[in-house]
């Protein structure tokens, strides 16, 4: 599946956007000033249990808070 892939099936999963996701992190303490400040298992323990995300839509997510990919990445 590619990124894009991902992106889209969380969006319709959970109805949140990227963005949506980097507000969410932020308003929990894991981002600080827009940089990751959490580890990946606490990101995807998140995501797995308030959203029901499978871990590699979990780590699309992380990805995306830890800035190696964005909304435009393949």
Excluded: P, V
Excluded at 14 to 31: N, P, W, Y
Aim: aromatic content about 10%; overall charge positive.
């Amino acid at each position: 599946m590619s990124f894009q892939g991902y992106l889209k099936t969380i969006k319709e999963k959970t109805g949140k956007t990227a963005e949506d996701f980097r507000k969410l992190a932020a308003s929990r303490g894991f981002t600080k000033n827009g940089q990751l400040t959490a580890k990946a298992g606490d990101i995807t323990k998140w995501l797995k249990d308030e959203f029901d995300l499978g871990h590699g839509h979990a780590m699309a997510i992380f990805a995306i808070l830890k800035g190696s990919k964005d909304e435009n990445s393949n």
